[in-house]
């Protein structure tokens, strides 16, 4: 096995096609077609079922798949850990965040993260969802932060931080009035005024999707307190939501670092939901056995104290 040939294979399967693997192995099509024909020559066997262009993995490629990204993995940890011993003056650091939890995170952390490493390349994979499966899937992602989920065997998960959901209301909501109340009786042990669940059955609700962590616990949350939204919008962008909060067009729920780190003209207010199942968790997972660079940590103690502040 050479790494040039293990890359040409996971690459084929990806596509299933040589043309699109090809075109992503900035190779030609017959060159490809050669390197695949060549292996098998030498393996013995055949790593693919050509249907029409499609190619079928078959039962001893999906073998030999399986090895070529152990290989891989294996091969990318020692790359991280010889550019350690060598030098700590270049390197490269590869992380998938969600889209939203990166447009908070992220420009809090990398000024941080370059004070102390200036000259590591980072590359952050933002994803709209499945950011775990993203991390299980590409051997060059170092590691992901998400909200807790599922777990998976394969994986460590280290908890970053833990927030409350807040919900959010327009400036002139009703509840402002209630807000006010709560502000002028200079209530210090409570960051925020209480909502009262029994007074939002009849309001507007921006939501996000159930398959999104905060779309699935606020849905948990409308059932719990036996509110039915009518036509509620739907949305997968925290940003967006928040920000058809602060034009009036109805009440949202959100992480509360999302709310802090946003810039808005009319800032909404937040209300705490008290309720033990309004949280949020924070995550980062990597691979079983990975080895992190000295500068992998460092980002990794940076996302921690994000939490913290």
């Known amino acids: ?26 190779i030609s099509q017959p060159t490809l077609s050669k390197h695949l024909q060549k292996l098998e020559r030498e393996l013995g066997i055949r790593l693919f079922s050509r249907v029409d262009n499609c190619y079928i993995p078959t039962y001893a490629g999906r073998r030999y798949l399986e090895y070529a990204s152990k290989v891989l993995e294996l091969t990318h940890d020692w790359e991280k850990e010889l550019s350690d011993l060598i030098t700590l003056n270049d390197g490269e650091l590869n992380a998938a965040i969600p889209l939203m939890r990166s447009s908070c995170m992220i420009p809090q952390l990398l000024p941080r ?21 993203r991390l299980l899937n590409d051997p060059n992602i170092d590691f992901a932060i998400f909200s807790e989920g599922t777990i998976h065997p394969q994986l460590e998960y280290e908890t970053l931080g833990r927030e409350s959901i ?80 602060q034009n009036n067009q109805g009440i949202c729920f959100a992480p509360e670092t999302y709310i802090r780190n946003m ?11 008290e309720d033990e199942e309004a949280w949020t968790s924070t995550v980062i997972a990597y691979r079983k056995g990975t080895y992190l660079t000295s500068y992998a940590q460092d980002f990794i103690r940076l996302a921690r104290e994000y939490f913290k502040t």
């Open 166 to 245: 807040l919900l959010a209301v327009p400036q002139d909501h009703p509840l402002v009035l209630e807000y006010r109340q709560w502000e002028n009786k200079g209530i210090t042990e409570k960051p925020y005024p209480t909502a009262e669940w029994s007074n939002l059955k009849n309001e507007k609700f921006i939501l996000h999707f159930p398959d999104q962590n905060t779309g699935a616990i606020t849905q948990r949350l409308l059932e719990k307190h036996h509110i039915k939204p009518k036509a509620p919008f739907y949305t997968r962008n925290t940003q967006a939501a928040l920000l058809l909060v």
């Open 263 to 273: 810039t808005f003209k009319r800032t909404p207010l937040c209300f705490s939901l």
């Open 113 to 133: 993260f370059y004070e102390l490493h200036p000259n590591i390349r980072v590359n952050i994979s933002e994803e709209t969802y499945a950011v775990q499966e």
């Open 1 to 26: 096995m050479n790494i040039f040939e293990l890359n040409y294979a996971l690459c084929i399967a990806k596509h299933q096609n040589l043309t699109r693997a090809a075109q992503e192995l900035y």
